[in-house]
């Protein structure tokens, strides 16, 4: 193909502002699917990813346009991750392309995640062209959205496209700027071979497929190639692009976009952002941009029945051979139990690896309250990174304790704008900017301490402001806090997996309001248990779940006996599902008290 | 009326007429003549009149008492008409005669009732007595707090839900009990309301029963009344039809209680029903009472036990209002709402208080618990109720009625709890079971810890062993232990009780014993 009419792009948007429904009527229009073969958001395959809207992995499909100008192009949308938790995987994704598309609802605006996508797309050097979405909407003020792109992005928007993805009005026109607005890939067809690795997911028949852009070279069947970052070689066994149905294809040439399968069995060998060049001649250096993607969040993870610890960690592995962005090691718990410390990019991440666990392994979990990495210097001069509450040693052996700091875009109304500043401060946030987006909307920066931003920091967010701000963020940094850990005992007994670490400040306070949630849950037992929370061995608060006074069908059922052994069944049922903590029986959703907590 | 034969090959000879008296009909009679005989029939305005009286719309193609007679009869059998033979009986004689079979029926009934009897005779000396359970969901009003298959259905569907018991019956008993059925110890009427249904409504239960099964001497016959439904005709008639035992569902003394539930009784009414019952004969007397009704107080509860210990009535049920979906203050208080007085639930923890208090001041009276529920003087705890918690045989008919055998193989299986279903499946000749199963040896020990448990007397560990062997049992050793540590259960003499906290803990106790 020749690479002048080759075109590759990306989509990128804030959530909900109409990225998948704009890349359907892309391949409705190109012809690629037939209006009988289209399904809402074709390309998020996983069902997960259709049910919530978000698209998960990296997708690239080819398009097949005659343009006005009388040639025929290939266009290669590369589908992108859409949210902050992903935002190594974008920045991949859009380091394939050199062109995107920004969709921006004409009713909302600008919003926290396309501030961050444009950016990251400026700074891979990207051809923006704009495309105000929506625009058949009564509410639609493409004028006003115009404006934003310009002041809040700093792009000319003049020549943005108004466009309905849902109608399909100004598809066309958007298709026609992709291929005169983006420009082709550059790459030398001559060199050695150099393509990016952008994406990659276990396929149970066919092993790890590679999704790739082939920056230099040209990329064959049968080809040796070699990883450079992990310096693995394999041989190429089959090569395809999806147009979205999957065709084999000879040879993947410079600026082409397609699947490589080359009898890869780990996705941990094939890691985003690395580059695969040939065995014989391979390039000098490798493309830039690779990074040891590190997890964020952290939680314990354990099956509810102990004896589903062996399908847990084989489910935990499966899971990794198609998402190597999650870590798990074995942990252990006094009141848990053999379960397994998690690491994971962010809390959606955390909950779409839970759902999947729940729903593909059918697992019965128990999620321990998130954490992130602390970073504790001992007074011996020791630096231990401590993931885990428990594991933070006694206040008399800690010198220093590091908390990861990030910086958070905060796009909202100025209607909500007390109650967000507010919500800030709580979280220990400083202020680092405070910008006008024009009338009625602020853009905020805030540096905060991700542990406050792992617990509840957005949903709290969403209600202070009604739904309207949107935030992203990304690590900037560690810095020392005055931290303590926060214990909760159970019965007299402390239970590991409820501890937290907190800020000494708030500690009084998130110890009296945790216990006070635990009673609530906690269901009534045939004994009294007492609830404490305690700093350094101090009770500084005290509950009491009081015995239970009568469980018993006092009721005459005639000789309805399968009715009396239901609700036996049922309620022992209902018991298997806690935890028995010493003889307490504790509810799941009192490991994750601390997330509902009102303060 | 009389009937020869079982249904659905059954001929329904009926003394009386409903719309009709003897002495029009005698008046306008059509005569007739087959085989030499003279005959006399209904005329046919009469006929007609007849079949309006009871509710159908067109006269002259079926015949018989009820319109759900829908049976593989040929079509000259339909066509027979009802020749009345007597003068009309009045309704307690008639009763007597239809337990009794006066001889009316000739030579073939006669053989087919030795037939019956021998095969009772065989029956009985196989096996245990049962005891027979009858649901009557006809309800005057739906009280709030009422979670059975119960409701205000038209009195039309009297007749035919009879039918279709009748049909129940036969065809169980050829599916159950093909040596035929065992002799049957104790009768449960129960709703619903049964004290609701006519005079002749009731007699006419009590002959289908008699038809099907033979009653042991002294046996317990119980019919459930609504306090202010029993009439002196409904007491005449129970006395008639046999019941020896009445339980008065009077769950609050308290008028403003009783009201809040959707009942209209107040003292007064109670202590007329219980005199016109002990006038009538029926002294073995239960009432109800449930603990944990909208507005109720620790006063209004210490007040409807008092009365129910002066009213002098030998057994007493206590209840503890269930909260759950399937009655309509439950489902409101589940859902945060303030209709039926959902807003002014007492505390649990006072309900259990009340419970505990109400069984120390009847056992102090002299009516001692022998159950969870239940508490009486020596020797009339009722057999009924124990059959459920000893696992002795029962048949249940009606909507919703459950039956449990054990001879050949232990099973359980429950009716439909939906009226129009079970006259449906029964018109269609089919049992109407909405679930049934054979139960394990697992299945039935847990059961034996379960039920066994809720008396008073407890298990007895030995009886236990020789039941169900020794390592099953043992199997349940440990959950006994914990039990006993935990203060619910006790030993006691080589049997297992429940203490007075474990009784109001049953569930965690019994939940202990399944696998």
């Known amino acids: ?599 | 009326m009389l009937q020869v034969g079982v249904a659905p090959v059954r001929v329904d000879v009926l003394t009386a007429l409903d719309g009709l008296d003897f002495g029009r009909a005698w008046e306008h009679r059509e005569t007739g003549e087959m085989d030499g005989l003279r005959l006399n029939f209904l005329s046919r305005d009469d006929f007609v009149r007849n079949n309006r009286a009871v509710g159908r719309a067109r006269g002259g193609t079926r015949c018989g008492p009820t319109p759900r007679d829908a049976c593989g009869l040929k079509p000259a059998a339909h066509r027979l008409k009802p020749v009345p033979r007597d003068p009309p009986l009045s309704p307690t004689r008639a009763a007597r005669q239809g337990a009794v079979h006066n001889g009316h029926e000739g030579a073939r009934v006669a053989a087919t009732h030795a037939a019956t009897e021998k095969r009772r005779e065989r029956r009985a000396s196989a096996g245990e007595a049962w005891g027979v359970y009858v649901a009557i969901p006809f309800c005057r009003a739906k009280c709030s707090f009422c979670n059975f298959a119960s409701g205000v259905f038209p009195a039309a569907l009297q007749a035919p839900y009879l039918e279709a018991l009748e049909r129940e019956i036969a065809l169980t008993l050829a599916a159950e009990a093909p040596a035929g059925p065992a002799p049957v110890d104790s009768v449960y009427w129960g709703g619903g309301t049964p004290s609701l249904l006519p005079p002749e409504r009731l007699r006419e239960l009590a002959v289908l029963l008699r038809r099907h099964f033979s009653f042991a001497p002294g046996a317990e016959f119980t019919c459930e009344a609504m306090p202010g439904t029993v009439s002196g005709a409904v007491c005449d008639a129970l006395a008639a039809a046999g019941v020896n035992r009445v339980s008065l569902g009077v769950q609050t003394w308290d008028a403003a209680e009783a009201r809040q539930v959707g009942r209209r009784h107040t003292p007064a009414v109670i202590g007329a029903d219980l005199a016109r019952l002990r006038r009538a004969g029926i002294r073995n007397l239960n009432l109800d009472l449930i603990a944990g009704l909208p507005g109720q107080t620790t006063a209004t509860w210490r007040e409807s036990v008092e009365r129910t210990i002066a009213s002098g009535v030998p057994h007493v049920s206590v209840y503890l209002f269930e909260l759950d979906e399937d009655s309509r203050l439950g489902a409101e208080v589940l859902a945060g709402g303030r209709r039926y007085g959902a807003a002014a639930m007492p505390d649990g923890d006072a309900t259990a208080d009340w419970y505990a208090w109400a069984a120390e001041r009847l056992g102090a009276a002299g009516l001692r618990q022998y159950e969870i529920s239940n508490f009486a003087r020596a020797g009339q705890e009722s057999r009924h109720n124990e059959r459920y918690w000893l696992r002795r045989p029962y048949l249940g008919f009606g909507v919703e009625a459950h039956s449990f055998l054990r001879q050949p193989a232990p099973r359980r299986w429950g009716n439909t709890a939906e009226l129009q279903t079970y006259l449906d499946e029964l018109g269609a000749g089919r049992l109407p079971r909405a679930e049934a199963g054979a139960l394990s040896a697992e299945q039935e020990l847990e059961e034996a810890f379960f039920l066994g448990l809720r008396r008073n007397a407890g298990v007895g560990w030995r009886a236990l062993e020789r039941e169900f062997g020794a390592a099953p049992v043992q199997s349940k050793k440990p959950a006994a232990a914990e039990m006993a540590a935990a203060g619910l259960l006790r030993q006691r003499a080589g049997r297992l009780v429940l203490t007075d906290r474990g009784r109001l803990l049953a569930n965690e106790v019994f939940a202990r014993f399944l696998a």
């Open chain 1, 1 to 599: 193909m020749d690479q002048r009419l080759i075109r590759n792009f990306s989509i990128v948007a804030h959530i909900d502002h109409g990225k998948s429904t704009l890349a359907d009527r892309l391949l409705e229009q190109t012809g690629a699917l037939t209006a009988r073969e289209m399904q809402e958001q074709v390309l998020d395959a996983m069902d997960l990813e259709r049910e919530r809207g978000i698209t998960i992995k990296a997708h690239a499909v080819r398009l097949t346009y005659p343009a006005r100008d009388g040639q025929t192009y290939q266009l290669n949308l590369i589908d992108t991750p859409g949210h902050v938790d992903f935002s190594y995987e974008v920045s991949r994704s859009l380091a394939a392309c050199e062109g995107a598309l920004l969709v921006v609802d004409a009713a909302q605006g600008v919003e926290a995640q396309t501030v961050a996508n444009s950016y990251l797309a400026v700074n891979q050097g990207l051809e923006i062209v704009p495309v105000i979405n929506k625009v058949d909407l009564p509410s639609a003020d493409p004028e006003r959205v115009r404006e934003q792109i310009e002041s809040v992005i700093g792009l000319d928007a003049s020549n943005a496209i108004l466009a309905s993805a849902k109608t399909g009005l100004g598809t066309e026109e958007v298709l026609e700027a992709v291929v005169h607005r983006i420009p082709p890939p550059p790459g030398n067809a001559d060199a050695p071979l150099r393509a990016l690795l952008f994406d990659s997911w276990f396929d149970p028949y066919r092993g790890v497929v590679l999704l790739v852009r082939v920056m230099d070279g040209r990329l064959a069947r049968g080809q040796k190639i070699r990883l450079m970052a992990t310096g693995q070689s394999f041989q190429v066994e089959a090569l395809a692009v999806r147009t979205p149905k999957v065709v084999e294809t000879e040879a993947l040439e410079a600026g082409e976009v397609g699947l490589v399968i080359a009898n890869i069995k780990r996705v941990a060998d094939a890691r985003i952002g690395d580059t695969v060049t040939d065995e014989q001649h391979p390039a000098n250096t490798a493309l830039p941009g690779f990074q040891e993607i590190k997890p964020m969040v952290f939680a314990g993870l354990y099956p509810v029945e102990s004896d589903q610890h062996a399908d847990l960690r084989d489910a935990l592995e499966k899971l990794r051979l198609n998402d190597s962005s999650f870590f798990f090691e074995p942990e252990s718990s006094a009141a848990l139990g053999f379960g397994f410390r998690c690491g994971f990019l962010g809390l959606l991440h955390m909950e779409i690896v839970q759902e999947r666990l729940e729903r593909e392994f059918s697992l019965d979990l128990l999620i321990t309250a998130p954490s992130v990495r602390y970073r504790v210097t001992t007074r011996g001069g020791e630096t231990l990174e401590v993931d885990n509450p428990a594991k933070l040693p006694a206040a008399s052996e800690v010198a220093t304790v590091a908390e990861p700091i990030i910086t958070a875009t905060i796009i909202t109304q100025e209607e909500s704008l007390g109650a967000i500043l507010a919500l800030c401060e709580q979280k220990r946030g400083t202020q680092k900017g405070f910008e006008y987006l024009g009338p009625g909307r602020v853009m905020l920066t805030y540096e905060l301490p991700l542990n406050e931003v792992v617990l509840d920091f957005y949903d709290r967010l969403k209600t202070a402001s009604r739904g309207y701000a949107s935030l992203d963020y990304h690590l900037s940094g560690y810095r020392d806090s005055n931290l303590v850990k926060l214990d909760i005992l159970v019965a007299g007994e402390p239970v590991d997996a409820l501890s937290l670490i907190v800020h000494a400040d708030f500690a009084y306070e998130r110890g009296r309001a945790l216990a006070a949630k635990m009673k609530e849950l906690i269901p009534r037992q045939m004994f009294e248990v007492p609830i404490q929370a305690s700093i350094g061995g101090k009770v500084i608060a005290r509950e009491t779940v009081k015995a239970m006074r009568k469980n018993v069908l006092a009721k005459c059922y005639g000789g309805d006996i399968t009715r009396k052994r239901k609700l036996l069944e049922k309620q022992k049922a209902g018991k298997k599902r806690m935890k028995r903590v010493g003889s307490v029986e504790i509810p799941q959703e009192a490991f994750m008290a601390v997330l509902s907590l009102e303060e």
